[in-house]
């Protein structure tokens, strides 16, 4: 059991990388997940009942919802912001009918709800 987590826990970097590319929520709340469930394993597994998969789970989803929160809090938000420099001027997608605007930082484009609109350029 123990070896099945440790070669979780070393995959989970790899995996997670290609969450990279999207949102500050998606990226923390998947990052966030694998954390929680590796340690909610570890914990359901020594404690109670012995159930790791119950562990995991709970594990995971509490860390998915802390991972997103603290992403979103560290990039300014998870939504458009006029006070944070990191994002642009709205613009309006006439295509669409919705408005965009993109982070100075990564170059992903992002809908005005903080939707991903583009990947980020490659640098």
């Not at 590319?21 to 909610?40: D, H, L, N, R």
């Not at 458009?80 to 001027?89: D, G, I, Q, V, Y």
């Amino acid at each position: 059991m123990i070896r099945k987590l440790l070669i979780a826990a070393a995959a989970s970097p790899l995996l997670l990388s290609a969450c990279a590319t999207t949102s500050p929520a998606v990226g923390g709340a998947a990052t966030g997940a694998a954390i929680g469930a590796v340690g909610g394993a570890i914990i359901g597994n020594n404690t109670g009942s012995g159930d790791a998969r119950t562990g995991a789970i709970i594990g995971a989803v509490g860390g998915a919802v802390a991972g997103a929160a603290i992403a979103c809090h560290r990039a300014g938000g998870c939504r458009h912001n006029p006070n944070n420099a990191r994002h642009s001027e709205l613009y309006y997608d006439q295509y669409s009918g919705r408005y965009w605007y993109e982070d100075y930082d990564t170059g992903a484009t992002f809908w005005q709800n903080g939707e991903p609109r583009t990947a980020p350029r490659r640098r």
